[in-house]
């Protein structure tokens, strides 16, 4: 069964660091492209950055650019978001989503987690 | 930046059909997919490549997608297709992925 956990989320001053993690199983991890897609309170759904496997393919939203960092583990069947120099707006639930087809950057998403809840505040 | 606009909200009777519209220029040409999320919980993939469904599925769900605008198709609507839906797509010439506003379903 395909199960992508998140974890690292929490309250942070404006201008501070999280790292967000995703532990997955179920499949072969190192063979999927991984997304990062966040939802604000009552708003919708943003995609915020892909990884592609073997790390070949990297893109982010412009929002985030030079402040998030996507990285995976292989070893440890893990994705993770460095995120730095936060902001209000970032305050959102982060999921993790698996893409849909193996060695596809650009395909739908077909596995998410639960989401873990980010909140940028004084 | 490639802009996918949804109506924000679709009521629809018990029994009848809810059609969601996702528009975006010539869209027709990218692959569409679609995400069903309810309330507190994560989206899951309820069409994709325009018209595939996932396993799971019930099949009066339906996508289909031509020119300017995508459909999302719920057929003999039941109170447990009420629930936000988003369409997606890739931007190739973004390198972005890109999400529709959004669209809440009322069932009456």
Known sequence: ?122 | SYVLTQPPSVSVAPGKTARITCGGNSIGSKSVHWYQQKPGQAPVLAIYYDRERPSGIPERVSGSNSGNTATLTISRVEAGDEADYYCQVWDSSSDHYVFGTGTKVTVL
């Not at chain 1, 190192?30 to 790390?55: C, F, H």
């Not at chain 1, 412009?62 to 893990?78: E, H, L, P, Q």
């Not at chain 1, 209000?88 to 596995?111: E, L």
């Open chain 1, 1 to 122: 069964e395909v199960q992508l956990v998140e974890s690292g989320g929490g309250l942070v001053k404006p201008g501070g660091s999280l790292r967000l993690s995703c532990a997955a199983s179920g499949f072969p991890f190192s063979a999927y492209t991984m997304n990062w897609v966040r939802q604000a309170p009552g708003k919708g759904l943003e995609w915020v950055s892909s990884i592609s496997d073997s790390s070949t393919y990297i893109y982010y939203v412009d929002s985030v650019k030079g402040r998030f960092t996507i990285s995976i583990d292989d070893a440890k069947n893990s994705l993770f978001l460095q995120m730095n120099s936060l902001r209000a707006d970032d305050t959102a639930v982060y999921f993790c989503a698996r893409t849909g087809s193996i060695s596809c950057y650009a395909c739908h998403f077909d596995y998410w987690g639960l989401g873990t809840p980010v909140i940028v505040s004084s």
